[in-house]
Each structure stands twice: as structure tokens, then as C-alpha cells.
């Protein structure tokens, strides 16, 4: 896939990962200027190129070998994994190491009026999510049926709305979830942002490259500890 011999980076154009990533790849001496209605920025003293880019399409795009590196959270990168075990597709892609930021838990929730004791509260029930892989693996663990209700976003508003009973969602700081009249009654996951490399990276300029960030992510990393 890649005609081109610069090494492609996706990060993550506007969320709670976007700012580090950014600040993460500058630290590490890749210089380069954002135009927000740019997909691509180009780097000016490396042959490199950032692809902005929604979060969820990050795995996908690394797996598939259209970017050779990505910084996701390990959230996003699981799910996409159970997704291409099931359609028995391959995830080509190696975690090169987890990062120091962008730490938060996928949790299932329910409205504050809700009497929950455990994840057998939800049985038979309808839960909102945008990871509904993540979700099932462990339901299907607990052994409780439910019925899903598939949302990329704006899942917290799914009980009031009448769409669902409960809802499985990151939780940072909870701030998103107390403001909707939820409460987190059971974290299902733990995620940090973490980088990603394609195995269908094989230049060797390129391999190169990437060692050389990855040794600089390293040295930051450490000195922030
Ligand atoms: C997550 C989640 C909530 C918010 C929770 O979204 O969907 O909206 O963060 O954070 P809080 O506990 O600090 O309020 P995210 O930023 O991952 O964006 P996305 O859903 O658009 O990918
Ligand atoms: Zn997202
Ligand atoms: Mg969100």
C-alpha cells in the first residue's frame, strides 16, 4: 500500500488523545504544523506524515497496512482485534508499547435510580455501547444475555432517551456520566493510549525510522517516571 517511502503516523484529529499524541511526537523531534482542515500534515525535518483521523479508524487503518505506525487507546485496538477474529480477518499489527497517557476504563453504567447488585442486574436487558465486542466477550463470561444497542457516539444520553436500560462507555473522569445521571457500576476494561506498528511495514528506511522514534518515545517516557 504505501508508494511512498515517508513513514505515516495516524493520530487521533480531536479527542482526549489528540493533544498528547501531538506532544508526544514533537518531544520526540518531529516537527511539523497542524492546518485543521488538513487530513495530512507533513513533517518538515523528517520524511514523515501525520494522518488526523477518528480514533476508531486507527487499528483498522494500521492493520490494513495504510499507515505504518498509530496511536490509539488499547480500548479501540482490542475491539477492532475481536471484530477481525470473528470475521476471521487478520490484525496485522504489532503493540510496540503502552504510554504514559490517556489512561481510562471501559464500565458499564446505569441511571441513579437503578437498583444494581451485579451484572446479572442486566440480564435480558438493553445496553447502549460503541464496543459491542469488548461488551459480549465479557457478558458472555458472566453468562448474562442482553440485547445491544449499537452507538458511536452520544451514549450516555441512551437511558434517558428511553433507548436502552444501561450503558457499557469509557469513564475518565466521570464527569460525562455523573452530568447524565449515571453511575459505574462495574469497570469491564483498562486502557492507556499505547503505539501500534504494521507488520506490513518492510522497508528497512522505513524500520529504521520507526526504531529510532520508538528508542526517543523510550527516553521520554523514562524521563517523565
Ligand atoms: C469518552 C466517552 C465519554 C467521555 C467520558 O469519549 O464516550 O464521552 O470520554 O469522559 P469523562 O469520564 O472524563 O467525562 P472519547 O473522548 O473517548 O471520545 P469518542 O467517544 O468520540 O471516541
Ligand atoms: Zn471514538
Ligand atoms: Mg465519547
Redesign the pocket.
Known amino acids: 500500500m504505501s508508494e511512498s517511502n515517508r513513514l505515516r503516523i495516524a493520530i487521533q484529529k480531536s479527542?482526549?488523545l489528540s493533544k498528547e499524541s501531538m506532544k508526544l511526537l514533537r518531544s520526540c523531534g518531529v516537527k511539523f504544523n497542524i492546518n485543521e482542515q488538513r487530513l495530512i500534515a507533513h513533517s518538515d525535518n523528517l520524511p514523515i506524515d501525520l494522518l488526523r483521523v477518528r480514533?476508531?479508524d486507527i487499528p483498522g487503518l494500521v492493520m490494513d497496512g495504510v499507515v505504518d505506525l498509530g496511536i490509539i487507546g488499547e480500548n479501540v485496538l482490542e475491539e477492532e482485534q475481536i471484530e477481525r477474529e470473528r470475521l476471521d480477518k487478520p490484525s496485522r499489527c504489532i503493540k510496540l508499547r503502552n504510554l504514559d497517557f490517556g489512561a481510562?476504563r471501559l464500565s458499564l453504567a446505569v441511571p441513579n435510580e437503578f437498583n444494581y447488585e451485579d451484572a446479572s442486574s442486566l440480564e435480558g436487558l438493553r445496553i447502549a455501547t460503541?464496543y459491542p465486542n469488548l461488551l459480549r466477550r465479557y457478558m458472555q463470561k458472566k453468562g448474562i444475555t442482553y440485547t445491544d444497542c449499537m452507538l458511536k457516539?452520544s451514549?450516555?444520553v441512551a437511558p434517558r432517551a428511553g433507548l436502552a436500560d444501561g450503558i457499557c462507555?469509557?469513564?475518565?473522569?466521570?464527569?460525562?456520566?455523573e452530568a447524565n445521571g449515571l453511575y459505574e457500576t462495574e469497570v469491564i476494561y483498562s486502557s492507556t493510549a499505547c503505539i501500534i506498528q504494521s507488520t506490513q511495514t518492510q522497508e528497512p528506511s522505513k524500520q529504521a525510522l520507526i526504531n529510532k522514534i520508538l528508542s526517543r518515545i523510550n527516553g521520554v517516557v523514562r524521563a517523565k517516571e
Open positions: 479527542g482526549r480514533d476508531d481510562c460503541s457516539g451514549v450516555e462507555d469509557l469513564v475518565s473522569t466521570g464527569a460525562t456520566l
